[in-house]
């Protein structure tokens, strides 16, 4: 339990490998904040086992991530419920496949939003209360899109890349007051995410479903396997403990060898 007396907040964490971070965070003793959209029943059922499972606090933040006064309002309710935010994990997402010159300007728009500037206004939010109490674990989920390109994916790779930028800036600016910044970026693990960009890519690339899983997707990752989100999630852990004290500013890359070629 090396996350007993923390507090942190999943950003996105109804799903996929926000949804494994949050367990793996709690399982460590960490009191959840837990975000993102979806069935409300759901959603309800999800909080009070992660209370039940692992005996931590978890609540839900509604919180839209295109938003800045929800994600403020997110951060601040969860300082005055929980005490503090210890840990921000920005790692809500989206993702939309098409050529740029028919990219739908709304789908770019909320692409940057969700998973760049978010990341940026809840950044802003906890930053004064890590540095008062000199110690914080600010992570964030990028992608192997955070280090190279794929057609078709403009806004993705546009926002991860900031996103690596973001980080960077911020290890910079919190480097003496205990506070950690950092990023993870996995190559394709199945998901919710990937699982709704299989009929767009079949479409850009006049694939079928199978060609895109082994032609497209896994073509990339020299290990031919997913990565697990319960992977990503331990890696997580790792960087909000102590031994990760001097990791900061780092883009870790968790892809199957991926981003090596
Ligand atoms: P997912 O679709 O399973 O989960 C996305 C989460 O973001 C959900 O909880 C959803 O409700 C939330 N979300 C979406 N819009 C939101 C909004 N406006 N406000 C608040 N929450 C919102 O996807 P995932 O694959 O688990 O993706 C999580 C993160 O991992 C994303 O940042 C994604 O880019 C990144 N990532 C995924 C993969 C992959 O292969 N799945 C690879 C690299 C990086």
Not at 21 to 47: F, W
Not at 71 to 90: F, P, Q, R, Y
Request: aromatic letters at 6%; hydrophobic letters at 45%.
């Amino acid at each position: 339990m090396t996350l007993k007396t923390r507090n942190a907040i999943v950003t996105g964490s109804t799903s996929g490998i926000g949804l494994a971070i949050a367990h793996a965070l709690a399982k460590e003793g960490a009191n959840i904040v837990i975000n993102g959209m979806g069935d409300t029943a759901v959603i309800e059922a999800e909080r009070a086992s992660i209370e039940k499972e692992f005996g931590v606090k978890a609540v839900y933040s509604g919180a839209d991530m295109t938003k800045p006064d929800e994600i403020h309002a997110m951060v601040k309710e969860a300082e005055t419920n929980l005490g503090s935010v210890d840990i921000l994990v920005n790692n809500a997402g989206v993702q939309h496949v098409a050529p740029i010159e028919e990219f739908p300007r709304e789908n770019w728009d909320m692409i940057i939003a969700i998973n760049l500037c978010a990341a940026f206004h809840a950044m802003a939010a906890a930053i004064p209360g890590m540095k008062a109490r000199k110690w914080g674990r600010i992570l964030s989920t990028a992608s192997a899109h955070s280090l190279v390109a794929s057609p078709f994916k403009s806004a993705y790779v546009t926002a991860k890349h900031g996103l690596a930028g973001l980080t960077k800036t911020a290890a910079l600016e919190l480097a003496t007051f205990g506070v950690t910044v950092n990023c993870v970026s996995p190559g394709y693990v199945w998901t919710p995410l990937v699982e709704k960009q299989i009929p767009d890519t079949m479409a850009a690339r006049h694939l079928t479903r199978e060609q895109v899983i082994h032609d497209v997707i896994l073509l990339a990752q020299p290990t031919k396997q997913f990565v697990t989100a319960d992977q990503v999630a331990a890696l997580f852990v790792f960087l909000c403990s102590d031994a990760a004290a001097q990791i900061t500013g780092s883009n870790y890359s968790i892809d199957g060898g991926w981003t090596a070629e």
